[in-house]
């Protein structure tokens, strides 16, 4: 049942981040797509196309480039806890190929703990940053959204990264999960 809820969390988690950096994505278009037209409007062979596109509301995002830092740094907080719980990090096998599986186990069960260990040093550090952050009211730039906003979407996503970290540990440590 424990298992279950986890890897709802998780799968829920990346499909938050999957929305997140479709979006993001989006926002890249339409802000290049926007420069563009800026650009083209200032030509002379296809400038009327430009300035129509400007007309009808095609334009550059402004502050596309923090959206992309904030909304970024969600969608990597988010993927973690699947991956964690799938052990789809990226190896390297080089040396390990020619270990027996108990030797395997023990990495694996070594390298989950350090794992947990420095999300939950991340998170802990991402609610320090947040703090400060709401503090001394810092905003972006450009559209002046609070940046405390894009530490606490990525400390919730960190806080779940953390529970399916600590519950990855727990079942190697344990012996429950040897792959």
Not at 45 to 56: A, K, N, P, Q, T
Not at 109 to 129: C, Y
Request: hydrophobic content about 55%; overall charge positive; aromatic content about 12%.
């Amino acid at each position: 049942m424990l298992h279950l809820w986890i890897e709802r969390l998780a799968r829920l988690m990346a499909l938050l981040g999957g929305i997140v950096l479709c979006l993001l994505v989006l926002v890249v278009c339409a802000s290049v797509l926007g420069r563009e037209a800026n650009a083209l409007s200032h030509t002379g062979f296809l400038g009327s196309v430009g300035r129509w596109l400007l007309d009808v509301g095609v334009g550059p995002v402004t502050g596309d480039f923090e959206l992309v830092e904030a909304g970024i740094a969600f969608a990597i907080f988010a993927f973690l806890p699947l991956t964690q719980l799938t052990g789809s990090h990226a190896t390297v096998d080089i040396f390990t190929n020619g270990m027996g599986p108990r030797a395997n186990n023990t990495l694996a069960t070594f390298w989950s703990v350090v794992m947990a260990a420095a999300i939950i040093l991340i998170t802990w550090r991402l609610f320090v940053g947040m703090q400060d952050k709401i503090r001394y009211g810092e905003t972006t730039y450009l559209i002046q959204f609070p940046i405390w906003w894009a530490y606490a979407a990525s400390f919730a996503a960190a806080i779940t990264a953390s529970i399916v970290s600590i519950y990855c540990a727990v079942l190697r440590l344990t012996g429950a999960r040897k792959g």
